[in-house]
């Protein structure tokens, strides 16, 4: 299974953006984002099961929602009210982290 995310970059204090992973050999069903500040460890941001369960980090509760496209080899992270402590390399992979990772994107929040 190979991930692919994409739809990082450069965003202020306060902005949005909108991340997405796209999967070959495999359509979503339990998936989770995380990220990875620098010079810390990867954390798990938000999963999503059955397609329609989700749960986030405090961190992020009321400003992230993750989604599951259509088709269902799509995996959206939408982030509001983005804050510089945001600011880090995001992933997808399975709430167990059982995918090879990917490379990531990078989301930097900065005036």
């Known amino acids: 299974v190979q991930l692919q995310a994409s739809g990082g970059g450069l965003v202020q204090p306060g902005g949005s953006l909108r991340l997405s992973c796209k999967a070959s050999?495999?359509?979503?069903?339990?998936m989770a984002w995380y990220r990875q500040a620098p010079g810390k460890q990867r954390e798990l941001v938000a999963t999503?099961?059955?397609?329609?369960?989700?749960d986030y980090a405090d961190s992020v509760k009321g400003r992230f929602t993750i989604s599951i496209g259509n088709p269902k080899n799509i995996l959206h992270l939408q982030m509001n009210s983005l804050k510089p402590e945001d600011t880090a390399v995001y992933y997808c992979?399975?709430?167990?982290?059982?995918?090879?990772w990917g490379q990531g994107t990078l989301v930097t929040v900065s005036s």
């Open positions: 050999g495999i359509y979503f069903n339990n």
């Open positions: 999503i099961r059955s397609g329609r369960n989700t």
């Open positions: 992979n399975s709430p167990e982290g059982s995918y090879a």
